[in-house]
């Protein structure tokens, strides 16, 4: 496996150990992290990051899938059961965190990224799919370092009742980061990236087997699930 990451230091790497970590009843699977970009293009340095945080997830000892955006409607512009809508829901449902890594680009994230948010619901029925589930944000730039990015999707994540880990990432000038072949060459910038992979794998064995309890409430213990549902799924304006 370390030979997919070249750019590790040899022996300061080490898969997580569930035991230090995990909560009594954790389920004892690796963890289920999903990971989302903000770009379609071709050389997509969002994309480059998100797989190079993929390959040091596997590493970690996590599944890991990524979501293509390619083929995503506008929301609101299509069914739910769209195809790609569906599989990004059920991507969401399977996972038990995410990475998400954007682009600047106007100074925010951009709308490709934000559309695939969109899309995940805060509620289906009584059930929030992103409730509890642990979140890794990052960026890349073309320009100086920024954070505006990264700031917003913390603002979503929140939203979406996401653990999002204090970690994160920002790459800029992202095009002088990455090999011909895509892979990201020796930086400060890929150690922050080891960074925050590994604290999200930590806060995932943390967090997962505990999420009942850390995301009970007493204001919708006091809510019937239909009550719940008639409130979250109202008809958008």
């Not at 998400?100 to 990224?113: F, Q």
């Not at 917003?152 to 980061?177: C, D, H, Y």
Request: charged share 20%; with cysteine; glycine share 8%.
């Amino acid at each position: 496996m370390l030979s997919n990451l070249p750019n590790l230091a040899a022996g300061a790497l080490a898969p997580i150990d569930p035991a230090a970590y995990a909560a009594p009843g954790d389920p004892g699977h690796p963890p289920r992290i999903l990971t989302l970009y903000g770009s379609l293009r071709e050389r997509s340095y969002s994309r480059l990051v998100s797989e190079e945080a993929g390959r040091l997830l596997a590493f970690l000892g996590c599944e890991v899938k990524s979501f293509d955006p390619h083929g995503l409607p506008l929301p609101d512009a299509a069914p739910a059961d769209h195809p790609k809508v569906a599989e990004l829901r059920e991507l969401t449902r399977w996972s038990e965190g995410m990475v998400w890594v954007s682009p600047e680009r106007h100074g925010a994230m951009t709308g490709i990224m934000k559309a695939q948010i969109d899309w995940i619901p805060l509620s289906e029925g009584a059930v929030r799919p992103t409730q509890g589930k642990t979140l890794a944000v990052m960026q890349v730039s073309g320009g100086s370092q920024s954070f505006n990015a990264v700031n917003q999707l913390r603002i979503l994540g929140r939203w979406m009742r996401m653990v999002t880990i204090p970690n994160q990432s920002s790459v800029p000038k992202a095009f002088n980061e990455f090999d011909e072949a895509g892979r990201m060459k020796p930086s400060a910038y890929y150690a922050r990236i080891v960074d925050v992979c590994e604290e999200l794998v930590k806060f995932t064995y943390m967090t997962r087997g505990r999420s009942f309890a850390l995301t009970d409430r007493y204001s919708e213990r006091v809510e019937t699930a239909a009550q719940l549902s008639e409130r979250v799924n109202q008809r958008a304006i």
